[in-house]
């Protein structure tokens, strides 16, 4: 067995027999055990009681964190005209059409969100098996398939969010960084649960959240107690 790192080695004792805590108390001890020499992104993990194998289980959705994640996004918007120009005078780094689907087509990804308004969808539904698997498409569900393209570039570039379940059954995101403050990170938190609780699926039963657990890019997880990440 690999000889763990004294940094490593510290976190898991501070971590050690300290399972289902508050919200508070994780956010504390991932912070407090966050020594990379970066800024750690904090990130959650929820494991939910459902299929997504089952349309009726899936699990997808946005939520605009109060205090951003501390992430420089970068978005793509396909456009034309004056909605291109408005994308591209609320702040959007790629602008484009025909020209901007034959740059990712050859392999160019060079964005972090896509935006799309719903004439180009006919372009942008060509890079289905470009973008799907990176949880790049535009989705009306999630408003990146929009007129308002000013309203959803601010939104990306303000620190929202999207999420959708994995096959596993586990929704991932960042929500923050270590050199946030405890309270700016505990709201973000307890903004992100409560998104994800509102995503519940008809199909979903049993128990819908089994487990969360939070830690840093580089640190060890504390599992979170359910009803207290629910709380309000």
Do not use: W
């Amino acid at each position: 067995m690999a000889k763990l790192g004294k940094r490593t080695a510290a976190a898991r004792e501070a971590f050690a027999g300290k399972e289902s805590v508050t919200v508070e108390e994780a956010v504390a001890l991932v912070k407090n055990n966050a020594t990379a020499k970066f800024d750690e992104t904090v990130e959650i993990a929820v494991q939910l009681g459902v299929d997504p194998r089952h349309a009726d289980q899936m699990v997808r959705g946005v939520v605009g964190l109060p205090n951003g994640t501390g992430k420089t996004v970068r978005v793509a918007v396909f456009a034309r005209g004056p909605k291109a120009e408005e994308a591209q005078a609320a702040g959007a780094d790629i602008v484009g059409a025909e020209d901007l689907m034959e740059t990712v087509q050859g392999g160019t990804i060079e964005f972090d969100r896509c935006i799309a308004t719903p004439d180009m969808m006919p372009i942008v539904g060509r890079l289905g098996k470009v973008l799907g698997p990176r949880n790049l498409m535009p989705n009306p569900k999630v408003g990146t398939v929009t007129m308002d393209v000013k309203a959803a570039v601010e939104a990306a570039k303000g620190g929202e969010v999207q999420f959708k379940v994995e096959k596993a059954g586990v929704v991932h995101a960042g929500l923050g960084k270590v050199s946030f403050d405890e309270g700016k990170l505990v709201e973000n938190v307890r903004a992100f649960m409560e998104a994800v609780l509102k995503a519940k699926p008809a199909g979903a039963k049993g128990a819908y959240v089994k487990k969360i657990a939070l830690s840093s890019t580089m640190g060890p997880g504390v599992t979170i107690d359910v009803d207290n990440a629910a709380a309000q």
